[in-house]
RNA sequence: GCGCCUGUAGCUCAAUUGGAUAGAGCGCUUGGCUACGGACCAGGAGGUUCUGGGUUCAACUCCUAGCAGGCGCGCCA
């Protein structure tokens, strides 16, 4: 039930109808007509901007306007208690008490699907993130991509959409080589007692690459490892799946589940790479050409080359990009441009991936690949989280996994908590790099909004529990005739506007707007819950230990939404702290 | 040089996607607990929304030209 789209329809067909009767003149476009909440001195429950939308075309004041126009909705509407025409030209609505009443049953009575979106076509969503290299765990800077992608997966399927979270494996190239020869040189050190080069910087130096070594050498009791040429396909096999459960480990500790890992070395193996690069020559967007080189200062060394390209330029790129090597085997790239394929085929409504900052250069070639091969037909959906910026003792800490020196999830997770830390990435933008400063985080963990929030669902439970009311259990109501005071009503307020949260979360997949406007409600919450301090008729239970039924309802609304929304983000709502 | 992201209170960030007097937290400051849970609340100070131009009833938001910071830019993945 989000009323301000229900009041947008109705006023709108109000205009079209007047219209009609030539009382009004309209324009066709009607999409910067808005319904919208005023602002809190207002006192007003919804305001529209119809009247200076349509000033200019009706040779009319939008003042005046808004007066005559306010008077018709006023009559259309036997919800309307008051309606008001404030300065430039905004009607402010006010609505009767039957209407909130109305608004509490009806929240009651959806409770676990209040503020999904309604009258959406469903849809079958792809979302592809994390997709780190696996060679090794993931550090912190993986983490909000991780969140990211798991939450908007979340609100994808609260709106009851299909979603399949995926992650794609790079077990191909160079980077795999030089990790499975890390691997095997620290199997030498155990086996034959040889000491690993650290100093090479051309090979993995952490400390985990020596988990890996124990893990496969335990596991393989069989297998001669005095020679690495004959057993370096196996080793490379068996390290990448070591390296994918440290990986899965780190996300379950995060709360992340992926439904599906698609390999790299199975799409080039099943010769995906090679179809869909006869599909786009066919089409004229591969072709043998010469790349020039970028602008940058450090060029001197740049050799041009002939090789085989892709035409991302007829799609917005700034180049077209490599798909072949020298040594002809396939560019990451081109593995690449034959999983996108591979998600094509699956016939996905939609495809969003979940991009690090680093590999933001690389949206518009992916662009350029989907609008190739599904011929226009579907676009991808990029969406790249900032980076976060660890601060530890007061300083910057950098991270270098080639260095073997960054802090693991597992560091996180034990130290802040899996809640806290989904919480706080969640609650900035992913177009915001985040500070996130692992001594305060710790130690003021008291001002932590996620405490906040879970505070204001654990009072609702205490308050129940003292009239023997779990928060679990479903409320009946016979009937919802209560008057809601003003300051229950601006909580109500607030709770119209949570399904325009998730709808905006959702359209623009944005889930920070939901810790966001969940500290806002938490807020008017506990400001509500303090002026019982003062004022014992404002209280919840009343002195002979009752609570009335308007306050279960106002209360149980609130509960709802709260736990809603913690439940997108994948975070827990104790009864008790 | 080019591309993407960012620029809002001392600091960290929001802002109903073009709306009304730009809002929170931290910090600073003045108050409130014999409690339905103080992990809380009420008040105060703090702003030329990086700059210049443009679009319109209305611009933090859109367009344009700059400035500053971050990330990226080869057959690495």
Request: aromatic share 10%; net charge positive; proline share 3%.
């Amino acid at each position: 039930m989000n009323i301000f789209e229900i009041y947008l329809k109705k006023i709108t067909n109000i205009l079209i109808e007047e219209s009609k009767k030539g009382l009004i003149k309209i324009p066709e476009n009607l999409d910067s007509i808005n319904v919208d909440v005023a602002p809190e001195k207002f006192n007003c429950d919804i305001s529209t901007n119809i009247a200076m939308v349509l000033s200019k075309l009706n040779e009319s004041e939008p003042i005046t306007l808004a007066k005559k126009l306010s008077e018709i909705i006023k009559k259309n509407d036997v919800n309307i208690d008051n309606i008001e025409t404030v300065k430039p030209g905004f009607i402010n609505i006010k609505f009767k008490q039957n209407f909130w009443n109305d608004f509490c049953k009806n929240i009651i009575s959806s409770d676990r699907i209040y503020g999904k979106i309604e009258n959406t076509q469903k849809n079958k969503y792809l979302v592809e993130f994390v997709s780190a290299n696996p060679t090794g765990p993931l550090h912190v800077g993986h983490c909000r991509g991780a969140i990211l992608g798991d939450v908007i997966s979340n609100i994808l399927k609260f709106n009851n959409h299909e979603v399949v979270k995926e992650y794609y494996v790079n077990d191909y190239g160079n980077q795999i080589k030089i990790f499975t020869k890390s691997v095997y040189l620290r199997i030498r050190e155990i086996l034959f007692k040889e000491n690993f080069p650290t100093d090479n910087p051309d090979l993995y130096p952490g400390d985990y690459i020596i988990q890996i070594a124990k893990n496969i050498i335990n596991e393989n009791k069989n297998i001669d490892f005095s020679k690495f040429e004959p057993i370096a396909d196996k080793l490379s096999l068996f390290s990448v799946e070591q390296s994918l459960n440290f990986v899965k480990s780190n996300l379950n500790s995060l709360g992340v589940k992926h439904d599906k890992f698609v390999r790299e070395t199975d799409i080039i193996n099943n010769k995906e790479v090679d179809k869909v690069v006869d599909f786009l020559r066919n089409k004229k967007f591969v072709y043998e050409g010469k790349i020039k080189a970028p602008e940058s200062e450090s060029n001197s060394d740049w050799v041009e080359r002939k090789q085989l390209l892709f035409k991302s330029t007829d799609f917005g790129d700034d180049k077209d990009r490599a798909l072949q090597k020298s040594d002809k085997t396939w560019t990451y790239f081109a593995g690449d441009v034959a999983y996108h394929n591979n998600k094509l085929s699956r016939k996905f409504h939609k495809l969003i991936n979940i991009l690090g900052s680093d590999h933001a250069g690389y949206i518009k070639r992916l662009n350029a690949v989907v609008e190739a091969l599904s011929g226009n037909k579907n676009k991808l959906n990029c969406k790249v989280s900032q980076l976060v910026k660890l601060i530890k003792d007061g300083k910057p800490f950098k991270m270098s996994k080639r260095k073997g020196d960054y802090i693991t999830v597992e560091d996180l997770i034990s130290e802040v908590g899996k809640d806290a830390t989904r919480f706080i990435m969640l609650s900035r933008s992913s177009d915001v790099e985040l500070d996130f400063d692992f001594a305060k985080v710790k130690e003021k963990s008291k001002e932590n909004p996620l405490y906040y929030v879970q505070y204001c669902y654990a009072r609702i439970c205490s308050v129940f529990r003292h009239v023997n009311i779990d928060i679990d259990d479903s409320i009946h109501i016979k009937n919802f005739n209560f008057k809601y005071s003003l300051n229950e009503i601006k909580i109500l307020r607030k709770i119209t506007e949570w399904p325009r949260c998730v709808q905006l979360s959702c359209d623009k997949l944005e889930p920070h707007r939901i810790p966001v406007y969940l500290y806002e409600l938490a807020s008017e919450f506990h400001s509500y819950w303090n002026l019982g301090k003062d004022n014992e008729a404002l209280r919840f239970i009343n002195k002979d230990k009752k609570i009335s039924d308007e306050k279960i309802s106002f209360l149980k609304s609130i509960s709802i939404v709260i736990k809603n929304g913690m439940n997108i983000l994948g975070v827990d709502t104790p009864k008790k702290m």
